[in-house]
């Protein structure tokens, strides 16, 4: 069972990388700062995600040293921080877009 733990948690530290790698390029090559903002949000809350499994498969795969305990937790306090700011953006630049969409019509 911890084995299956253990694939999930990778699957989701990969589909993170790689989807905070996309959103990043994204945001860069968008000239709507709404549209950017959003697309920076997405990636902060990939970061958030992909920063939590790391912790969690360091939690799993070692032992509870005093410094890698301390920086699990500083990782788990840092991605969930990162999930929580990027849904207060993705909000944020969602209603933006919308507001900006009902002044143009």
Known sequence: M???IHYILYIIL???VIAAA???IR???TADPADRGIYMSMM???MGMMLISLSLVCMFLFSGST???IVEAVFLVLG????FAGI???TYYSRLKNSQAAKAN
């Open 2 to 4: 911890l084995t299956v």
């Open 14 to 16: 990969v589909l993170s």
């Open 22 to 24: 996309l959103y990043s």
């Open 27 to 29: 945001a860069r090559r």
């Open 44 to 46: 902060n809350i990939c």
């Open 67 to 69: 410094p890698a305990v």
């Open 80 to 83: 969930a921080f990162n999930i």
């Open 88 to 90: 207060r953006s993705r």
